[in-house]
T-cell receptor, first 108, second 116 residues
Framework: RKEVEQDPGPFNVPEGATVAFNCTYS??????FFWYRQDCRKEPKLLMS???SGNEDGRFTAQLNRASQYISLLIRDSKLSDSATYLC?????????FGAGTRLFVKA | NAGVTQTPKFQVLKTGQSMTLQCAQD?????MSWYRQDPGMGLRLIHY???????DQGEVPNGYNVSRSTTEDFPLRLLSAAPSQTSVYFC???????????????FGPGTRLTVT
């Protein structure tokens, strides 16, 4: 079983749609949780950290359920520019494990 | 700041050749890592360093060596290239921010390596 699992997609959605990504992790000692965004043939970049209380950044909302070892990312009012691969990331201290990513295509 | 820089951007090697992928950061970050990214596999940790003079193995270290003689530089050496090492290699740096964003990884642009 992979340490961090994501639905690979792709998710094909129209502009303005709401889309949700899910992620599960196996290491209960994990301490930090993130969503990264990776554009085609580019390096990953931090989208947002995920806090136990849930957090929101504009159109993006991240949730963490430690009991179920589950992380989610919700994107509201999708834009064409949201098309990318979204990586779920789990860390225990410095050591970081990346999910394989979920591809999102937003169409006009 | 240039951030994290990697050279070369592209490289083609023949089986058995050796080479060094260069990585440098100018942010004075303690932690540096090398990852490889293959289709459907996500990023896998090859080696990492928690400071100058200290390195350790990650998930897929075989066939690779690293050293960290300075805070800024973290080169990755392929000892004898194999076709299975065809991949995209990313170097990253981070530091302990002492809060929930601890260890945010800053990535270089990547090196695309093909071994024939």
């Amino acid at each position: 079983r992979k340490e961090v699992e994501q639905d690979p997609g792709p998710f094909n959605v129209p502009e303005g749609a709401t889309v949700a990504f899910n992620c599960t992790y196996s290491n209960s000692a994990s301490q930090s949780f993130f969503w990264y965004r990776q554009d085609c043939r580019k390096e990953p970049k931090l989208l947002m950290s995920v806090y136990s209380s849930g957090n929101e950044d504009g159109r993006f909302t991240a949730q963490l359920n430690r009991a179920s070892q589950y992380i989610s990312l919700l994107i509201r009012d999708s834009k064409l520019s949201d098309s990318a691969t979204y990586l779920c990331v789990v860390a225990e201290g410095f050591k970081t494990i990346f999910g394989a990513g979920t591809r999102l295509f937003v169409k006009a | 700041n240039a951030g994290v820089t990697q050279t070369p951007k592209f490289q083609v090697l023949k089986t058995g050749q050796s080479m060094t992928l260069q990585c440098a950061q100018d942010m004075n970050h303690e932690y540096m890592s090398w990852y490889r990214q293959d289709p459907g596999m996500g990023l896998r940790l090859i080696h990492y360093s928690v400071g100058a003079g200290i390195t350790d193995q990650g998930e897929v270290p075989n066939g690779y060596n690293v050293s960290r003689s300075t805070t800024e530089d973290f080169p990755l050496r392929l000892l004898s290239a194999a076709p299975s090492q065809t991949s995209v290699y990313f170097c990253a740096s981070s530091y302990d921010q002492g809060q929930d964003t601890s260890y945010e990884q800053y990535f270089g642009p990547g090196t695309r390596l093909t071994v024939t």
